[in-house]
């Protein structure tokens, strides 16, 4: 959505009804008229125009913003970004925050700049206006000119530079489409959306644009329509089969009638590198054999070898043998073929997943610490972001979480988010870094979620694994391992749900089933995850409580990180 000084006087102009003579309106007036159309604050009516109701609400909450706080917008120069992009993912994320507006500085600024935040939080207005993002109807309509320019720019997150080539008109309208976004808070860079990185894609790949792109034009593609204009753009072949092109244009139509509204991430640590690359070397693969075989490299902490080990199979990077030992998986192996396979925080690599969203940006930072890490570089996503974002978006997650970690996530309210200051508050500076390294665990395990801007908030998994772990003594190491899962799991598909469904009943009988279920571990292992989870006060005996069926329900909630996604195998 865009919204500039100028659009804002467009709209009251079709308020008033200053349109009455269409054979008047100059180039410009046309193209603002575009951009509206396209972001669903207008319609066409019999060589007219009208406010649309989201229009309608954009007229009157920008009018009450002007009133309520003694501002004249018309005195700002005509292409100031009212509402755009940005600014819309300013307020979404004000909106977790319930409202407030001061856990950001910059955020704060922008918006009580607007009018739509006073001391530090968001007023009933800037409600209305995302109401009207959320049910405007976006138009889609890329024209040949269009397409050229889109050809013409990096796939992002790029620096705002790289938007100089193309004319000002083509970002409005990519904006207005929600196929293009800014970061946020400073909006130094941009990215294309979910949307406008598949249409990019196809274009790179091949797609004709001798024909404009619109909304039917998605709907047929979807529907597996063989029609003319697909076969001209080049997304299917004569036969009606879909091309290279036509699969990126597919998962673009998708995208546009089903947006992906998940950030997945995935964190790797030096010491998770060097297990890994020890799981693949060592002569013995058990932890004591891989314990030894990094000892011998003057590499020697058993407590951080047994962290990673259980972070890489709760990444499914390896995976637990009937012997005690490990493999590697097929994304473990892809991981260690890279060349500059190194450290990366989980902010770098949801600086490429949350791009393929409708609207929401990377955070500037993040995008620095992408570019720091070699996860972005010149515009594109590198090779190893690319499977790093891939492995994030494609893994059924078993998450790991340590007693700090676990301390950590106590801290974060289930209904409201926090800024990273307000966590750090609770802890002595000398902890800061600790506290810091576990919310970014957190982050790739997918049980705490990071908005632009600096916003914790517990996702839905992270609200039932939260509750699950309400009980658990503070002196566990590992209150949450992939051993603990595969029994829950496997307790769970043994057992009976007791008549209230909170309960899940399993018979001594039936323990033997347990050891069948869990093929991959060692009875020792098995044994010792139960204790665990005894300790832990997810089951009594064999029977799962409460809180265990809020880890399996959790966990569950974590399939939802799995988005479809065509993937773009194009580097810079």
Known sequence: MIVTVKHFQMLKRLEQGGLEKLEELTPEDLE?????????????EEESFALTRSGLLILESLRTAEEANNLNFSDLYENYRLVGSRIISMLQIAERAQGRTDFNQEINKELEERGFARDGRLQPWAQAILEAYRSATVEFFVTPELARSI?????????????????????????????????VPEGEYYAFTGVGSQLWAALRTGLVPEVSISVSTLRDIVENKKTETL???GAIDPQGNLTV?????????????????????????????????AVKASPVKTREGIEEFLAAQDTRDPFKVKQSLYRLEGFRLIASEPDGSYSLTPY?????ALEDLAPVHAQAVMAITVTRTEN???????VKTAEEQGVVGNGFPSQKGRLLA????????????TREEMLVMRGIPLWRGVSEEEILNFYPEEKHPQVLHGLRKLLAQGLVDLLPGGLYVLTPAGEKIKQGLSAVPNGVDFPLTPQVWYVLLALREIGRFSPQGRKIRVRKEDYDKLEEKVKNLAPEIIGSALETARLCRYISGLDVLETGVNLLEGLDLLKNLKTNWEEIRIYA
């Open 32 to 44: 603002v008229l575009l951009h509206l159309r396209l972001a669903g604050l207008i319609t066409e």
């Open 332 to 336: 473990g192996e892809e991981l260690l």
């Open 360 to 366: 929401m940006p990377p955070d500037d930072g993040w």
């Open 231 to 233: 076969e001209t753009l």
């Open 390 to 401: 891939e492995i994030a978006s494609s893994i059924d997650r078993l998450p790991v979480v």
């Open 245 to 277: 092109p036509g699969k990126h244009l597919l998962m673009a139509a998708r995208l546009f009638f089903e947006p992906i509204i998940v950030n997945p991430s995935i964190d790797l640590s030096g010491w998770n590198i060097s297990v890994l690359r």
């Open 151 to 183: 050809l013409a720019l990096p796939l992002g997150p790029a620096r705002k530079n790289f938007l100089e080539p193309i004319p000002e008109k083509h970002i409005f309208q990519l904006e207005a489409q929600r196929l293009l976004t800014f970061t």
